[in-house]
């Protein structure tokens, strides 16, 4: 599988919590309450999986072979992805601060925790689209295909330092399943 191939499945892993967090931001808009044992684990989910595991290969390995080869050309573009996936980090950290809140029924910790769900889900939906749909293609035409075996050395080699890139896709899998159980659709 290429590179793009492997983020893009990702991607699709990512998409299926934020689905669950969109349903639970509505539901909590609707007057309802989501119980603090989805949002707990879900954050987990975000900062292992999304921020630790994947958003690290983009900034660090992929853009920063895309930033080298293209001599600062993309520099605007690799720049703005950047900032949104700060912009994840900080949601995701806003989100936990609120649970405290949230978890005491403190009047306020339910408007905190929709807003940063809202950043959250609204910035990291758009990203994997833009990605998805633009970046990752001219990555795919910009590198040669050593850079791309090189590329795919490097995932494999930051993947192994997390337990192999099939034992944390199936921690987190499960931990997804896990979510849809503790916070089912209805």
């Known amino acids: 599988m ?8 990702e991607h699709q892993l990512i998409l ?3 689905g669950l967090l969109r349903r639970a931001r509505k539901r909590m808009e609707n007057g309802k309450k989501v119980p603090t044992a989805f949002f707990e684990p879900a954050m987990d989910f975000c900062s292992g999986f999304a921020d630790q595991f994947h958003h690290f290969k983009e900034e660090f390995l992929l853009f920063g072979l ?6 600062g050309e993309l520099d605007s573009a ?8 700060e912009c994840c980090r900080q949601s995701i950290a806003g989100i936990r601060q609120a649970l405290a809140g949230y978890r005491e029924n403190e009047a306020l ?4 925790l929709l807003e940063n769900l809202a950043v959250y889900v609204s910035f990291l939906q758009r990203h994997i689209h833009e990605e998805d749909k633009v970046f990752f293609p001219l990555a795919e035409k910009v590198l040669l295909p050593f850079e791309k075996t090189a590329l795919a050395r490097q995932f494999e080699e930051e993947e192994e330092q997390q337990g192999g890139r099939r034992a944390v896709f199936e ?3 499960t931990l997804a399943d896990d979510l849809c159980r503790i916070f089912p659709p209805g």
Do not use: N
């Open 171 to 173: 921690k987190y899998e």
């Open 2 to 9: 290429g590179v793009t191939q492997t983020l893009i499945q």
């Open 78 to 85: 690799m720049g703005a992805l950047r900032y949104q996936h």
């Open 66 to 71: 895309l930033s080298h080869k293209r001599q």
């Open 109 to 112: 910790a339910p408007s905190f």
């Open 16 to 18: 299926r919590v934020l």
